[in-house]
């Protein structure tokens, strides 16, 4: 048996930002994990998906090459070498955080962990031997959570017919038609890379709208560009009947009022995801859960047993990666007696990397209607934006809702290309409670996609200059 | 004669955005431009620029585009669409900017306009006709600045064999071979494009280093991405004779006490811009210029003359286009009565558009060595952020130099993919004087090129995570 200040369950970019800090801070640091290092994140979730986006990204560009005076042969699209490299990616990153493990003296305990009383965790190592280990300290629950299927549907995974975001990711050829059931960040980022590999893509989803927790006006733009590009979307749409075949799959599906049956080769299920709760010893120890099935915690991130922490997407709140990495680096800080600032669950921005890219921080319009705010909104299409001209993207807008009084910023919307990035001038100013003034005082660098920033300021401001 | 509150002389963005922001609170304003709306900007500079860069990266990436599974077949690469996208992309910017005085009623007065006594302007118009026009309020001098060559070193302009920006922006096709004089954006920005459609460049700079006036860590960064793709770089260069032939020009360049001859189909000389002062009537109304040959202004934008005013390119400072599109709208604001913030010039992002692009806010760390400023560095490479890694786009680095005492961000430097954009949230935070844990306070989103910017400012503090 070993003895850590720290032992944090799970690898994952919660658990493993969260050892790293505590090493930094002087405590001994552990983190248990069975698979490879960065959790979904690294393995399964955002670092591949990017890669394949960057694949499909450029595909549509060699599509359009002729217009930069680039003439090709004929063009085939492989999705096999794209998944490789995706792979790859992925891996080079887990050896990534391998490498920050060895060089900030965290252990890398392989195997399977159990919680046990006096905070103590049975590890189930790769070669079936049992050890105990001890945290002086803190153990911190940071198991993430996983995909999941949506069987009372008749969309039980099976990884053949029936697809999650994790098997799609090692396909290694397209398939001919795919039906994608959830049009949130991960569905539509799938929808633009099968589309962009030549799949025939249909986007189901059952609320009236893509990406339903994003600002309306967002949904209908990349509603529209989807559209475009000739992804089948189809939103208010309610699954009626599935039937699994040995080639493909039917779909019912009703819209209006009215049913209609596909027949795709695969069905992805992109709706939803788990938290792993499941076989870590949450009950014998009394540790509670949440309605929706979370690790209940405080403030300071502990669970109802003493000594007992949980961070990540266990612990609820927003399930996103750099939502728990600040959770892991927060509670480290806290349990090396560091000043720390506790987390801003207003303030994490959400991106979504199809093409266009989507980026938001703060309240939707819809959002600020129902709280009863005043607020005023600054928009700014990209159509106007002299660097989304010379790229040939001009799809999209800024949206800056503004407080009508005191003139701070509600909530930042924006669709177009590099959103994700050139959200986070926003993130910033939200962060230390900026008004849409002190945005304005900073001169925006031209041509930039950034001064469609600055103008949908303005227009908030009613100065609109470029359009 | 026509009277307006706001005569502007030269339809650029100072000056167009003097004039729309003057409309837009109420005065009359009018615009005097012989050549397109839109200047050097959108004429000759930034826009077409730009949209050559876009031409160029999608080459870049079309040359790679098996790793993502794209099969091309044999690639060509021919420059004249290119340029003609390029050209299509700056007229339509400039139909957008006389779209905008349209829209807010501000005269365009097409001639060639001569200052006179009392507020007025002679102007030549197309047709040979005379007319004079009056400012009851305000006469702003907005012309410019123009390329100029450097006859001293035996290179002067000649459209055929020496050229300028201007000319390479409009040939049809590449040379087999150019020598580039001058290593500042211009310089760089264009050894890019002509480097990706296949010509040896050759880029001379008599500096120790490209972009010398960038961080010196940026400077060696780019040089070495720069000698990766077989630009031919020649840094501390003196060019010690220029012979100009029929169908080339022969160089002979000292290098490190070697001299070098070197022959090339074309120069393109890419060094200085000289402020267009000439032939406006400044001598006759003794309006004052520097030592340097710009107009001379005070805070307030007044020439030695009352009534008189200069902005952008010809009234010195930094000769970029958000640098004047802000004095423009800081005079007009100044003019219709509204509070006013002066120019902090000591803020004004400078940007570089090549691969890796360069963009940087604040001090260089030279110059916190020369004004003995306290300081520490933080820095963050890009081979360590996933999102660069999954668009394979790793060489750059952020760099964040913060005040040793306070914690004030004394300046931050980026090359790497999208610095341009990223730079965006230093500029903001610049501009209201935020600390580094005032950036550090924002959550980034995963995963972001953005990232880095969190981690250069996390290593300031002595923090770093990820690398």
Redesign the interface.
Known sequence: MAAYDVIVLGGG?AGY?CA??CA?LGLTAAVIEREALGGT??IWG??PA??L???AH??N??R????????????????????K?SRA?SQ??SK?VEF?LKKNKVAWIRGTGTLKAGKRVEVKTEDGKVETHEAKKALVIATGSRVKGLPQAGLALDGKRILSSDDVLVLDKTPKSLAIVGAGAVGCEFADVFNA?GTEVTLIEVAPRLLPIEDEDVSKELQRAFKKRKIDVRVSAKLQGVKVGKTGVSLTVEENGKAETLEVEHVLVAAGRAPNIEGIGLETLGIKTTDRGFVKINEKFETSVPGYYAIGDVAGNQM????G??EG?VLADMLGGEHA?P??YG?????TYCSPEV?SVGLTEQACKEQKLEYVVGKFPFS?N??A????ETDGFVKIIRGKKHGEILGAHIIGP?A??????L??????E?TVE??D???????????A?AEAVLDSMG?L??A
């Open positions: 970019p930002v790293i800090r930094q994140c690294v955002c670092i990017k890669a986006l960057e694949s450029v595909a560009k060699v359009k090459a002729a217009e930069h005076g680039i003439t090709t042969g004929e063009l085939a699209f492989d999705y096999a070498p794209a998944m490299r990616v080079q990153n990534g920050l590999f996103l990666a750099h939502k990495s600040r680096h600032h987390v801003d303030n994490i921005p959400s991106c980026a106007a002299g660097r001209r010379t790229s040939g590099n994700t990035e050139i959200i986070h001038e993130v910033v100013a939200r962060a230390n900026f002190e945005i005082l900073a001169v925006h660098a031209h041509p930039t996609l950034s001064e920033v100065k200059l470029h």
